[in-house]
């Protein structure tokens, strides 16, 4: 059970149909934590006033002053409506509501002098293998030749900037078009790896481990995995903290599959703002909880 501290209240920003959002809410609320809930719909937007020279922030006419805070980018919004100007909508609410957030030093937050370096995926691989962790054989291009040398059934490739799922390079090159022997995008090629596939979540100066079952290359497309709550945390974990430290990161999920050759688990990305409400049901709160301690700097009772 999370101590109430009536002085610490929280802000929760984004969106109402984010079901993250909605786990981290119900576990703040039966913690008995204050909650100034500043999710938006679709088609519905509050009253918003930021006096910026003042630094004062009102909603629904009620001036926000959140010892914490939580927000995520609205990215179930384009799921629901696909309109460009939903999308539009749901990046300048974020945009305004993180601005303020990182204007006001006051306010606990995840990630707050994240390094640039979390952001793109091949620096972090780089970083990665500095700081001890086993990362693929991994090239970057958009050479046709260089994607045909590998042999059939035995590499992976996905998008550079994330945002579609993980293939097989030979799905890959029967769907992409070849123009003077390039692809218009450079794409992420690595050498395909095994299950167990485990992701370890970094909360503040916690860690949770979960391991994820499936037959799929990526179970993110039938949304086929068993999701398993693991009782210790895989000893990557201590080169993944030296990672995060170095991209001043406190919150984050990293994702790991097994070498078929070694059994060794091997760094797949780092997920600076990962999903983490299915994660969360499967750890019967453990996860939420670990957020909100970090946020608020209050700690359980046994």
């Avoid at 101590?3 to 993250?20: E, M, R, W, Y």
């Amino acid at each position: 059970m999370v101590d109430l501290d009536p002085s610490k209240t929280l802000v929760i920003a984004g969106g109402h149909s984010d079901p993250n959002l909605g786990q981290l809410v119900a576990t703040a609320q039966q913690a008995g934590i204050v909650v100034q809930d500043l999710r938006h719909g679709v088609k519905d937007s509050p009253p918003l006033s930021w006096q910026v020279n003042q630094g004062s922030l009102k909603v629904n006419n009620q001036e926000i002053k959140p010892y914490g805070a939580f927000i995520r980018y609205y990215v179930f919004a384009g799921m629901e409506d696909s309109r460009p100007e939903v999308a539009k909508r749901a990046m300048g609410w974020y945009q305004t509501l993180q601005g303020w957030l990182l204007s006001d030093p006051k306010i606990r937050l995840f990630n707050r002098h994240q390094s640039p370096m979390g952001g793109n995926k091949g620096a972090t691989l780089v970083l990665a293998q500095q700081c001890g962790l086993e990362i693929p054989q991994t090239m970057i291009t958009n050479e046709e030749a260089s994607l045909r040398q590998y042999t059939p059934g035995t590499a992976i490739a996905k998008p550079v900037a994330g945002g579609d799922y993980c293939y097989g390079l030979e799905e890959l090159l029967n769907g992409v078009e070849f123009r003077s022997g390039c692809a218009a995008n450079p794409a992420i090629v690595q050498n395909r790896l095994v299950s167990p596939e485990i992701r370890i979540y970094i909360v503040g100066n916690q860690a949770l481990a979960f391991e994820m079952r499936s037959n799929s290359l990526d179970y993110r497309v039938k949304q086929d995995a068993e999701v398993i709550f693991l009782g210790e945390v895989p000893s990557e974990v201590e080169s993944l903290r030296v990672l995060t430290a170095k991209l001043n990161m406190d919150f984050g999920a990293a994702d790991f599959k097994s070498d078929p050759q070694t059994g060794k688990l091997v760094f797949l990305e780092l997920n600076t703002s990962p999903m983490f409400a299915r994660f969360n049901q499967v750890s019967q709160g453990a996860l939420c909880t670990a957020m909100l301690k970090t946020l608020l700097s209050i700690e359980g009772n046994d």
